[in-house]
C-alpha cells in the first residue's frame, strides 16, 4: 500500500506561480510512474503531467510551456512547477502512483487563481 500526500495549493493571482508536492510512503517510489491529475468542478478529472520511472515526462497540450513535473527519488517526492497560472487552471490537483497494475491517489489540494 502506498499513501500519497499532497501539498502546496493555494490561492494565486492570474500570472503567478506555484509549487505542488506529493510525497510517497514506502520504499519502491523510484518504479512509480508519477502523474498529476486536476478536476475542476463539474468537469472529469484530467490528465496535466506524467513522469516515468527513466524520468521521461509528458504533458497535456492546456499546460505545455507552462508546468513542469520532475521527481526526487531520494525524498520520494514528486513536483509540479506552476507558472504563467490562468483562472482556468483552478482545479483539485491529485498526485497518483502507477505501478503495473497497482494506482495510488492521494486525497488533492486546492489550487485557486483568481485576481
Known amino acids: 500500500q502506498v499513501q500519497l500526500v499532497e501539498s502546496g495549493g493555494g490561492l494565486v493571482r492570474p500570472g503567478g506561480s506555484l509549487r505542488l508536492s506529493c510525497t510517497a510512503s514506502g520504499s519502491v517510489f523510484s518504479m512509480y510512474t508519477m502523474a498529476w491529475y486536476r478536476q475542476a468542478p463539474g468537469q472529469y478529472r484530467e490528465l496535466v503531467a506524467t513522469v516515468f520511472s527513466g524520468g521521461t515526462t509528458n504533458y497535456a497540450d492546456s499546460v505545455k510551456g507552462r508546468f513542469t513535473i520532475s521527481r526526487d527519488n531520494a525524498k520520494n517526492t514528486v513536483y509540479l512547477e506552476m507558472n504563467s497560472l490562468k483562472p482556468e487552471d483552478t482545479a483539485v490537483y491529485v498526485c497518483?502512483?502507477?505501478?503495473?497494475?497497482?494506482?495510488?491517489w492521494g486525497q488533492g489540494t486546492q489550487v485557486t487563481v483568481s485576481s
Open positions: 497518483k502512483a502507477i505501478w503495473g497494475v497497482r494506482n495510488y
